[in-house]
């Protein structure tokens, strides 16, 4: 599993494997490329949230996928192939994940509320993307909202927002 993750963020995402030569200058490498190793494992929980609210109502849809990878390449400035090997990264990682923690953790500790009502905007995007709110879709993003520490009045103005936009 750490192969998949490791070409992906050697290939795609420009960080590079540390050289194990020791000394100064690794250790002041070491910062940014432990800063990009974290900015890349949010990108994998924010899109992997996004899979399992796009499945939840067991259909996952072309528009949903689109909607999917347009988020990537905008919020995460991502080219096409990059946000489809995240796609495809994030769903090995649902796939493996025995719960939705792991993700909702890390966000959680990481996100301001800013960004975190800006995910909640996404996810209602998503939901949204087919015209209709399935009950298991409402009801993994309240979940998720609950996981992130995100309260429901967030979560109703994200709601409103992504509706506005879906409407224009």
């Given at each position: 599993?750490?192969?998949?993750?490791?070409r992906?963020?050697t290939?795609q995402?420009?960080?590079?494997?540390?050289?194990?030569?020791g000394g100064?200058h690794?250790?002041a490498?070491a910062?940014?490329e432990?800063?990009d190793?974290?900015?890349?494992?949010?990108?994998v929980?924010?899109?992997a949230l996004?899979?399992?609210?796009?499945?939840?109502?067991?259909e996952?849809s072309?528009d949903e996928?689109?909607?999917i990878e347009?988020?990537?390449r905008?919020?995460?400035?991502?080219?096409?192939?990059?946000?489809?090997e995240l796609i495809?990264l994030?769903?090995?990682e649902?796939?493996q994940?025995?719960?939705l923690?792991?993700?909702?953790?890390?966000?959680?500790?990481?996100y301001?509320?800013g960004?975190?009502t800006l995910?909640?905007?996404i996810?209602?995007?998503?939901?949204?993307?087919d015209g209709?709110?399935?009950?298991h879709?409402?009801y993994m993003?309240?979940k998720i909202?609950?996981?992130?520490?995100?309260k429901?009045?967030?979560?109703s103005?994200?709601?409103?927002?992504?509706?506005?936009e879906?409407?224009?």
């Amino acid at each position: 599993m750490i192969d998949p993750i490791r070409r992906f963020f050697t290939s795609q995402m420009g960080l590079r494997p540390s050289s194990g030569n020791g000394g100064e200058h690794a250790a002041a490498a070491a910062a940014p490329e432990d800063a990009d190793a974290e900015l890349r494992r949010l990108h994998v929980a924010a899109c992997a949230l996004l899979l399992e609210l796009a499945h939840a109502d067991e259909e996952f849809s072309d528009d949903e996928r689109v909607h999917i990878e347009a988020v990537l390449r905008r919020h995460f400035e991502l080219d096409e192939d990059a946000a489809q090997e995240l796609i495809a990264l994030a769903q090995l990682e649902r796939a493996q994940a025995i719960d939705l923690y792991q993700f909702t953790r890390l966000i959680r500790e990481s996100y301001d509320l800013g960004q975190k009502t800006l995910l909640a905007e996404i996810m209602w995007g998503l939901i949204l993307t087919d015209g209709e709110i399935a009950r298991h879709e409402a009801y993994m993003l309240r979940k998720i909202a609950n996981l992130l520490d995100l309260k429901p009045g967030y979560l109703s103005a994200a709601r409103k927002r992504a509706a506005g936009e879906q409407g224009a």
